[in-house]
């Protein structure tokens, strides 16, 4: 199983240093950091396994302000997140630039947290499933690439999809495409063991509850509990 810490816009090379100092990974888990930028290089000093937060699809060029995959391997980062919600709302990711960036990424050798999610009004409108397929379609089946199921009205709002509903999503993803496919969407130490419990679900992208290590590693143990 894979948990993942996305840490947003959270935590300098110092704090990070902190983080790792005192986190701990249990054994049957693959815990994945993903820090900003600046900080990508103090996790993978501490032995972590670092995924980037984006990751551009040209090795280089004139793209102010970004960051390739050679650029990410060369400091020893083992993967990138492509498509989060918050990239696709506030930075204008669509799903061409999302294939565009994952697709680079796995051909450069990089491992590959690809998000998907439905909007609240999405679902209420009855389209999750037809969402998903069409932010799916853009995605090549590849052994290093993962899907994130993060339905975007339970990332950092605290609300949780049930775990029937993430169970019923996951389901949907894997049957159009063959990849694991994580949860994300306020996971907590209090909600992982039942969500994590699910058959579909292979793991959490975990935002907030990722920031401070003992939650992260409550979360971590909740999983290592469930597959063993
Ligand atoms: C995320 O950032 O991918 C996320 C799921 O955030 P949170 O856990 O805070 O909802």
Redesign the pocket.
């Known amino acids: 199983m894979l948990i993942a810490g996305?840490w947003?816009m959270f935590k300098g090379p110092a704090e990070t240093a902190a983080f790792c100092a005192a986190f701990e990974a249990p054994a049957g888990v693959e815990a994945v950091l993903c820090p900003p930028y600046v900080s990508l290089s103090a996790a993978v000093a501490a032995g972590a396994t670092v995924f980037a937060q984006n990751v551009h699809w040209a090795a280089d060029g004139a793209y102010t302000g970004e960051i390739s995959a050679p650029m990410l391997q060369e400091l020893g980062v083992h993967g990138a997140?492509a498509g989060?919600?918050?990239r696709r709302r506030y930075f204008c990711e669509t799903d061409d630039t999302v294939a565009r960036r994952a697709a680079a990424a796995l051909e450069a050798g990089l491992r590959v947290i690809a998000?998907v999610g439905e909007l609240e009004e999405e679902r209420e409108r009855g389209e999750t499933e037809a969402v998903l397929a069409r932010q799916v379609a853009v995605l090549e089946p590849h052994p290093a690439l993962v899907i994130?199921y993060?339905p975007v009205w339970?990332?950092?709002?605290?609300r949780t999809a049930t775990p029937e509903l993430a169970q019923e999503a996951h389901a949907f993803v894997k049957s159009l495409l063959d990849a694991p496919v994580l949860y994300?969407?306020?996971?907590?130490p209090e909600n992982a063991a039942e969500l994590l419990a699910q058959p579909d679900v292979d793991g959490?992208?975990?935002?907030?509850?990722?920031l401070d290590p003992d939650s992260f590693a409550a979360i971590c143990l909740a999983a290592a509990a469930i597959r063993s």
């Open positions: 996305n947003k997140i989060h919600s918050e998000c994130a993060e339970a990332i950092g709002t605290g994300g969407g306020s996971v907590k959490a992208l975990v935002g907030g509850a990722s």
